[in-house]
């Protein structure tokens, strides 16, 4: 990962399976919880400008987070294309890597809700936070 951006996440009753552990479908709420403060501090959007979809989703399980844990997000983006990005993410309890997973989120404009190009300012900020280089 490169600069490093995480958000602490509550597990909730309704998070938990029969044996105690976060349901495997939860931890995509996890990862939004995580992209959305992302895109809010780091990108400077508001929850309701947020026009990104989801085109891509993995998610690798590596220990299980049980109630009482107290689950980190952390993530970074990866690729800056044009009108899509990548972000890898690790869901951590104690510093143990609970998953990690990828996404691919495409901007749309919400008029239209076809691919549009990623704002030049908000590409800049998330460029300057990640160091990422620009690609001609």
């Known amino acids: 990962m490169s600069a490093e951006f995480t958000v602490d996440v509550p597990v909730r009753f309704r998070d938990l399976d029969p044996m105690n552990h ?25 929850e309701e400008e947020i026009s990104f979809v989801i085109v891509s989703l993995e998610i690798s399980y590596e220990r299980p987070i049980t109630k009482g844990d107290d689950p980190t997000v952390a993530l970074s983006v990866t690729r800056l294309g044009d009108s899509s990005c990548t972000m890898d993410y690790e869901v951590r309890v104690d510093g143990d890597v609970a998953a990690t997973a990828e996404t691919t989120i495409v901007h749309i404009d919400p008029e239209t809700e076809r691919p549009s190009p990623i704002p030049d300012a908000m590409a800049q900020r998330i460029r300057e936070y990640e160091g990422l280089e620009v690609v001609a």
């Open 22 to 46: 976060v349901n495997h479908a939860v931890y995509a709420s996890y990862l939004e919880a995580g992209r959305t403060a992302y895109l809010r501090d780091v990108a400077g959007l508001a």
